[in-house]
C-alpha cells in the first residue's frame, strides 16, 4: 500500500514492453528492395558515365548507351515512357584537380547526399545551395558561369537526398523486363551455340559426343563439340608464367584434370611490338600538296600499324578532310566524309598509347580522333598550332617532317563557321608507303623461329643417334660363356714369355753382397 502504489513503473516487464522494446511478435513492415545507384553512374549501363545527359525529369544516361537504346526502342529505359533523343540535355560536370565532381560555384564536391541541379538552358551542373542563394533568393535567373537568362522552371533536379525513388535500381523498367541492346559483335557469337557453354567439364563433354555419335552429321551438336584450342608456345611467345589449368583444374569440378605445367603464350602483338625499334615513313599527297610524315611506330605500335595498314590497303584514297578549325587542327581519315564513320584496320577499335615524351606540342602533330577513351578507329587529325589540352585525351602517334607549305595551303581554306567543313574540297588522292617497320619485324621474327626450330631438329637428331647407339646389342662370336670374344685377335704363348727377357724397360735387381766391418785400420 505505500505512497508508490499508482505508479506505472512496474518491478516486472510488462506486456506492452515486452512486445515493442524486448521481443515478441511484432508487426509485419514490407522491406521494399532498394538498390542505390550513384550519381556519377549511366541509369542504363550502370557505369560511370563518360558523356552525361539527362532528360526533363533529371534522369542521367551516359550518351552512348542512350542513343542505341533510344534508336531500337524509343522509351525512357527508367521509365519506360515514350523519349526522343532531341529531348536530351547535355550536362557539363566540373571535375577538381583530384578529378572529383564539384560545384563550379561553391566547390564543394559531390557525393550520393548532395542535392545537385542543373541549369537546362546551358547544361551547367550547380549544387543546390548556390543556385537558391544566388539566383532563386535574388531573382536574378542568370547562369551563374555563362551569364545566360534563364527561367525557375529551367532548373532539373538531378539528385535530392530527401527522394532517392529514381536512383533505384530495382524499379527500372529495362532492369524488371530485362531489357538490353546487345553490341553488334556480341549478337553475332551469340549465334554460335556454344556461346552459352562458359566451360565444359569432362563428363559434359563425354556426353556431347555421344550424342554426336547417335546424332552424327547435325552441324548444329558438332559446335558445341569445338573445345578451345591452346595456343602453341616458342621461345619467343612463352611467358615467364603458366596457363594456370593445374591449379584451376585441382579445385574446380567443372574443369579436365591437369598434370602438366605449361607456359602461357604471350599476344602475337606483344611479341611482334617488341621487334619494332624503327620510325615508319609515309607521304600523303592530297590536292593541295604533299605531306610527308614520320609515325612514332617504336613508341606508339598499335596506332602506327593501324595507320600504315589503311594506307597501303588504299583506305583513304580518295577521302576528303572533313572538319578544318584555323588555328586549331584539320582532321580527316572517313570514307563517309561526315565525322560518324571509318573502321581502323582490325574491324573493331582499339586502346589508346599515351606517352609522356610525345605530346601536341608545335605545328603538324598527327594525332588519332577519337569520341571517347578507347574507340580509335581510322580518323586522325593535324595540328596548326600546339594543343597540350589534348594530352592523354588523344594518341599521339607521328609529325609532319615535310611539306608544310601544303598545311597552310589547307589551313588558309575557308571552312563553315557552324560545321566547320572546308568550303572547298581538301581531298587525299593516294599515299604511298616508304618505311614499314612491321615487316622487318616480321622478317626478323620469322628468321629466329626457323633458326629456333632448326636448333631443335638438330637436337633431336642427336638425342635419336644416341638412343639408337644405346640400342645396339653387343656382336656375338660363339654360343655359351665367351661369345662376346673375338677368336681372330692374335694371343701370345705362354711359354714365350717365361723364357725370354722381359722388354719393359725395367732394370735388373743388383744381388746383394756379404758386407763386413774389418778392422777400422783405414781410419
Given at each position: 500500500?505505500g505512497?508508490?502504489?499508482?505508479q506505472?513503473?512496474?518491478?516486472?516487464i510488462?506486456?506492452?514492453?515486452?512486445?515493442?522494446?524486448?521481443g515478441?511478435?511484432?508487426?509485419?513492415?514490407p522491406?521494399?528492395?532498394?538498390?542505390?545507384l550513384?550519381?556519377?553512374?549511366?541509369s542504363?549501363c550502370?557505369?560511370?558515365?563518360?558523356?552525361?545527359?539527362c532528360?526533363?525529369e533529371?534522369?542521367?544516361f551516359?550518351?552512348l548507351?542512350?542513343?542505341?537504346w533510344i534508336?531500337?526502342?524509343g522509351?525512357?529505359?527508367a521509365?519506360g515512357?515514350?523519349?526522343?533523343?532531341k529531348?536530351?540535355?547535355?550536362?557539363?560536370?566540373?571535375?577538381?584537380?583530384?578529378?572529383?565532381?564539384?560545384?563550379?560555384?561553391?566547390?564543394n564536391?559531390?557525393?550520393n547526399?548532395?542535392?545537385i541541379?542543373t541549369?537546362k538552358?546551358?547544361g551547367?551542373v550547380?549544387s543546390?545551395?548556390?543556385?537558391?542563394?544566388?539566383?532563386i533568393?535574388t531573382?536574378s535567373?542568370?547562369d551563374?558561369l555563362?551569364?545566360?537568362?534563364?527561367?525557375?522552371?529551367?532548373?532539373i533536379?538531378?539528385?535530392?537526398?530527401?527522394?532517392?525513388?529514381k536512383?533505384?535500381?530495382s524499379?527500372f523498367?529495362?532492369?524488371?523486363?530485362?531489357?538490353?541492346?546487345?553490341?553488334?559483335?556480341?549478337?553475332?557469337?551469340?549465334?554460335?551455340?556454344?556461346?552459352?557453354?562458359?566451360?565444359?567439364?569432362l563428363e559434359?563433354?563425354?556426353?556431347?559426343?555421344?550424342?554426336y555419335?547417335?546424332y552424327k552429321?547435325?552441324?548444329?551438336?558438332a559446335?558445341?563439340m569445338?573445345?578451345?584450342?591452346?595456343k602453341?608456345?616458342?621461345k619467343?611467345?612463352?611467358?615467364?608464367?603458366s596457363?594456370?589449368?593445374?591449379?584451376?583444374?585441382?579445385?574446380?569440378?567443372?574443369?579436365?584434370?591437369?598434370t602438366?605445367?605449361?607456359?602461357?603464350a604471350i599476344?602475337?602483338d606483344t611479341?611482334r611490338?617488341?621487334?619494332v625499334?624503327?620510325?615508319?615513313?609515309v607521304?600523303i599527297?592530297?590536292?593541295k600538296?604533299?605531306l610527308n610524315?614520320?609515325?612514332h611506330?617504336d613508341?606508339?605500335?598499335?596506332?602506327g600499324?593501324?595507320?600504315?595498314?589503311?594506307?597501303?590497303?588504299?583506305?583513304?584514297d580518295?577521302t576528303?578532310?572533313?572538319?578544318?578549325?584555323?588555328n586549331?587542327?584539320?582532321?580527316?581519315g572517313?570514307?563517309?566524309g561526315?565525322?560518324?564513320?571509318?573502321?581502323?584496320?582490325?574491324?573493331?577499335?582499339f586502346?589508346?598509347?599515351?606517352?609522356?615524351?610525345?605530346s601536341?606540342?608545335?605545328?603538324?602533330?598527327l594525332?588519332m580522333?577519337?569520341?571517347?577513351?578507347?574507340?580509335?578507329?581510322?580518323?586522325?587529325?593535324?595540328?596548326f598550332?600546339s594543343?597540350?589540352y589534348l594530352?592523354?585525351?588523344?594518341?599521339?602517334?607521328g609529325r609532319?617532317?615535310?611539306?608544310?607549305?601544303a598545311?597552310?595551303?589547307?589551313?588558309?581554306?575557308?571552312?563553315d563557321?557552324k560545321?566547320?567543313?572546308?568550303?572547298?574540297?581538301i581531298?587525299?588522292?593516294?599515299t604511298?608507303?616508304f618505311?614499314?617497320?612491321?615487316?622487318?619485324?616480321?622478317?626478323q621474327?620469322?628468321?629466329?623461329r626457323e633458326?629456333?626450330l632448326?636448333?631443335?631438329?638438330?637436337?633431336?637428331?642427336q638425342?635419336?643417334?644416341?638412343l639408337k647407339?644405346?640400342?645396339?646389342?653387343?656382336?656375338t662370336?660363339?654360343?655359351?660363356?665367351?661369345k662376346?670374344?673375338?677368336?681372330?685377335?692374335?694371343k701370345?704363348?705362354a711359354?714365350e714369355?717365361?723364357?725370354?727377357?722381359?722388354?719393359?724397360g725395367a732394370?735388373?735387381?743388383?744381388?746383394?753382397g756379404?758386407?763386413?766391418?774389418?778392422?777400422?785400420?783405414?781410419?
Amino acid at each position: 500500500m505505500g505512497k508508490r502504489q499508482h505508479q506505472k513503473d512496474k518491478m516486472y516487464i510488462t506486456c506492452a514492453e515486452y512486445t515493442h522494446f524486448y521481443g515478441g511478435k511484432r508487426p509485419d513492415i514490407p522491406q521494399s528492395n532498394f538498390r542505390r545507384l550513384p550519381f556519377d553512374h549511366c541509369s542504363l549501363c550502370l557505369q560511370p558515365f563518360e558523356y552525361p545527359v539527362c532528360t526533363e525529369e533529371g534522369v542521367v544516361f551516359d550518351l552512348l548507351s542512350i542513343v542505341p537504346w533510344i534508336k531500337k526502342y524509343g522509351t525512357n529505359p527508367a521509365t519506360g515512357e515514350k523519349l526522343e533523343a532531341k529531348s536530351l540535355i547535355k550536362l557539363n560536370f566540373v571535375k577538381n584537380s583530384d578529378g572529383k565532381y564539384h560545384c563550379p560555384v561553391l566547390y564543394n564536391v559531390f557525393t550520393n547526399n548532395s542535392h545537385i541541379v542543373t541549369n537546362k538552358v546551358t547544361g551547367n551542373v550547380f549544387s543546390y545551395e548556390a543556385v537558391e542563394e544566388l539566383n532563386i533568393k535574388t531573382k536574378s535567373f542568370k547562369d551563374l558561369l555563362t551569364d545566360e537568362p534563364f527561367t525557375r522552371k529551367d532548373i532539373i533536379t538531378l539528385q535530392d537526398p530527401t527522394n532517392l525513388d529514381k536512383f533505384n535500381v530495382s524499379n527500372f523498367f529495362h532492369v524488371k523486363n530485362n531489357l538490353k541492346v546487345l553490341d553488334p559483335d556480341e549478337e553475332k557469337a551469340k549465334q554460335d551455340p556454344a556461346y552459352h557453354l562458359n566451360s565444359t567439364n569432362l563428363e559434359t563433354r563425354e556426353t556431347l559426343a555421344e550424342l554426336y555419335k547417335d546424332y552424327k552429321g547435325d552441324p548444329l551438336l558438332a559446335s558445341t563439340m569445338k573445345e578451345p584450342e591452346a595456343k602453341k608456345t616458342d621461345k619467343l611467345n612463352a611467358a615467364h608464367y603458366s596457363t594456370g589449368r593445374v591449379s584451376a583444374s585441382f579445385t574446380s569440378t567443372a574443369m579436365t584434370p591437369a598434370t602438366t605445367h605449361e607456359a602461357d603464350a604471350i599476344a602475337d602483338d606483344t611479341v611482334r611490338y617488341q621487334y619494332v625499334k624503327k620510325k615508319g615513313y609515309v607521304r600523303i599527297h592530297t590536292n593541295k600538296g604533299d605531306l610527308n610524315v614520320e609515325l612514332h611506330c617504336d613508341k606508339v605500335p598499335k596506332a602506327g600499324e593501324n595507320f600504315i595498314r589503311l594506307c597501303k590497303k588504299g583506305y583513304y584514297d580518295g577521302t576528303v578532310f572533313h572538319r578544318s578549325i584555323r588555328n586549331f587542327m584539320i582532321q580527316g581519315g572517313d570514307p563517309t566524309g561526315t565525322g560518324t564513320g571509318g573502321e581502323s584496320f582490325w574491324g573493331k577499335p582499339f586502346k589508346d598509347e599515351f606517352r609522356p615524351n610525345l605530346s601536341h606540342t608545335g605545328r603538324g602533330v598527327l594525332s588519332m580522333a577519337n569520341s571517347g577513351p578507347n574507340t580509335n578507329k581510322s580518323q586522325f587529325f593535324i595540328t596548326f598550332r600546339s594543343c597540350t589540352y589534348l594530352d592523354r585525351k588523344h594518341s599521339v602517334f607521328g609529325r609532319i617532317v615535310g611539306g608544310f607549305e601544303a598545311l597552310t595551303a589547307m589551313e588558309n581554306v575557308e571552312s563553315d563557321p557552324k560545321t566547320d567543313k572546308p568550303k572547298s574540297e581538301i581531298k587525299i588522292i593516294s599515299t604511298a608507303v616508304f618505311v614499314d617497320p612491321y615487316e622487318e619485324a616480321d622478317a626478323q621474327i620469322a628468321a629466329e623461329r626457323e633458326k629456333e626450330l632448326q636448333k631443335q631438329e638438330e637436337e633431336k637428331q642427336q638425342t635419336n643417334v644416341a638412343l639408337k647407339k644405346e640400342d645396339e646389342a653387343p656382336k656375338t662370336f660363339k654360343a655359351g660363356v665367351g661369345k662376346y670374344i673375338n677368336p681372330a685377335t692374335k694371343k701370345r704363348p705362354a711359354a714365350e714369355d717365361e723364357s725370354k727377357p722381359s722388354t719393359s724397360g725395367a732394370t735388373a735387381k743388383k744381388s746383394k753382397g756379404k758386407s763386413t766391418y774389418g778392422d777400422f785400420s783405414s781410419w
